[in-house]
Nanobody
């Protein structure tokens, strides 16, 4: 069973940083590819970043590449999203997600989701 819980969201000024965490209380964390999505008010949920099971490969949306870093610690059953140089347009609810198999930027292909954490970036 996969149960994902995000933490680390909050309010930050433009140019600042936040680190999101996604903890899995289940026993199959290392079996799953992990990803982060976000959803701003009135917009569709969009892919942000993903990391493969062993952490050797990462994938980013163009809008965050070079500013965000995804990582994972399989010993701690936790995935992370380090967000630097934040912009007001990064404001959204951020969700972590897990899936078996390969990477995808389609949210409907992810089997497990956390409850989301709010990130607000002020200008």
């Amino acid at each position: 069973q996969v149960q994902l819980v995000e933490s680390g969201g909050g309010w930050v000024q433009a140019g600042g940083s936040l680190r999101l965490s996604c903890a899995d209380s289940g026993r199959t964390f290392s079996d799953n590819l992990m990803a982060w999505f976000r959803q701003a008010p009135g917009k569709d949920r969009e892919f942000v970043a993903a990391i493969n099971r062993r952490g050797g490969s990462t994938y980013y949306a163009g809008s965050v590449k070079g500013r965000f870093t995804i990582s994972r610690d399989n010993a701690k059953n936790t995935a992370y999203l380090q967000m630097d140089s934040l912009k007001p347009e990064d404001t959204a609810v951020y969700y972590c997600a897990a899936k078996t198999g390969g990477v995808s930027d389609y949210s409907h292909r992810y089997e497990y989701w956390g409850q989301g954490t709010q990130v607000t970036v002020s200008s």
